[in-house]
């Protein structure tokens, strides 16, 4: 069964500085992964995704991730940190459509990035 | 509309009561799924709407839990007999046609919360 992981409950980062909001996965076969962001009394918002191809990929407001197979991480990175960004922070995967599984989205625990000014 | 939507924004209800949670998805996506998400918590998957195909309901905690949804649009969430422990932010999510077979991501509505008393 699909499952992900996010490890850090809180992270907290200066703002400007270079952030990382880990996540590690397990699924069967190639996995459909997922970065969403919750603001204070807002629904999700979506961040970015990886399917296929460049394991860097690049999404909404200046966010990226990287998928590592080896690894089986798929760690959210932004270069220089903004107050604004202080949000919760969900990462999803499902397994591939090939492996006749559900099709639903398995979220891990959320993290809480605060960007300290 | 621009977005998911969803009605009521909070609702609070005695224990006992049912309840009925409405969603409308974003135009012209086939997908809907609704996932619940307890305080401080991630979400759990609930229920998997696609087209006139059956539902996935694996999700559904218990029988006192049921959804409907009109062709592609308009979806209501029915909890019955509501306990406490059904309090929590209810949240719906559509995607584009083929749901997540094609990589295509979620989009979220702001959620219902919920507060059984």
């Known amino acids: 069964a699909q499952s992900v992981a996010q490890p850090e409950d809180q992270v907290n980062v200066a703002e400007g500085n270079p952030l990382t909001v880990k996540c590690t996965y397990s699924?069967?076969?190639?996995?459909?992964l997922f970065w969403y962001v919750q603001y204070p009394n807002r629904g999700l918002q979506f961040l970015l995704k990886?399917?296929?191809?460049?394991?860097l990929v690049k999404g909404s407001y200046g966010f990226e991730a990287e998928f590592n197979k080896s690894q089986t991480s798929f760690h959210l990175k932004k270069p220089s940190a903004l107050v604004s960004d202080s949000a919760l922070y969900f990462c999803?995967?499902?397994?591939?459509?090939?492996?006749?599984?559900?099709?639903?989205?398995?979220f891990g625990s959320g993290t809480q990035l605060t960007v300290l000014p | 509309g621009a977005g998911v939507s969803q009605s009521p924004s909070n609702k609070v209800t005695e224990k006992g009561k049912d309840v009925e949670l409405r969603c409308d998805p974003i135009?012209?996506?086939?997908?809907l799924y609704w996932y619940r998400q307890r305080l401080g918590q991630g979400l759990e998957f609930l229920i998997y709407?696609?087209?006139?195909?059956?539902?996935?309901k694996s999700g559904l905690p218990s029988d006192r839990f049921s959804a409907e949804r009109t062709g592609e649009s308009v979806s209501t969430l029915t909890i019955q007999r509501t306990q406490q422990e059904d309090s929590a932010v209810y949240l719906c999510?559509?995607?584009?046609?083929?749901?997540?077979?094609?990589?295509?991501?979620?989009?979220f509505g702001p959620g219902t919360r919920l507060t059984v008393l």
């Open positions: 135009s012209g996506h086939t997908a």
């Open positions: 999510a559509s995607s584009g046609s083929g749901g997540l077979a094609g990589g295509n991501e979620q989009f």
């Open positions: 709407f696609q087209g006139n195909s059956a539902p996935d």
């Open positions: 699924v069967s076969g190639n996995p459909y």
């Open positions: 990886y399917i296929t191809g460049d394991n």
């Open positions: 999803a995967v499902r397994d591939p459509p090939s492996s006749g599984s559900a099709r639903q989205l398995t």
